[in-house]
């Protein structure tokens, strides 16, 4: 009886972790993904000053098409080399997250994880 109990008082808390894990996973796997739709749609919005304005539309809209197709494929390379949180903490370059602080222990960032080195 009391494992039942506790499950159900622990099952709330249970998902409630696992939203939240999923949650952050997305959004930051929409960063790779949106990141270089956001470049070339900033670049493609210099063809405002040269060209009318519909047509500057139309290749703003294609250029971030174009730049979500692009981010689709560096995110799922990113994604399967790296991992996406191995990958975003080694561009933040904080040692805490990327693994690489302490080489005479081991830690060493390789295979797309953060592991240990065996000895």
Known sequence: MFKFVSKILIAPLDWFVSLTAYSIFIWCYAQLVLAPAFLLALLCSISFSFVSIEKAIILLRFSGFFGIIIGLFFAEHIRK???VFG???????????????????GIV?????LTRRST
């Open 81 to 83: 080399k790296y991992s």
């Open 87 to 105: 990958f975003l903490g080694y561009i933040a370059g904080h040692p805490e997250i990327d693994g690489r602080q302490q080489p005479e222990k």
């Open 109 to 113: 960032f390789r295979n797309g994880n």
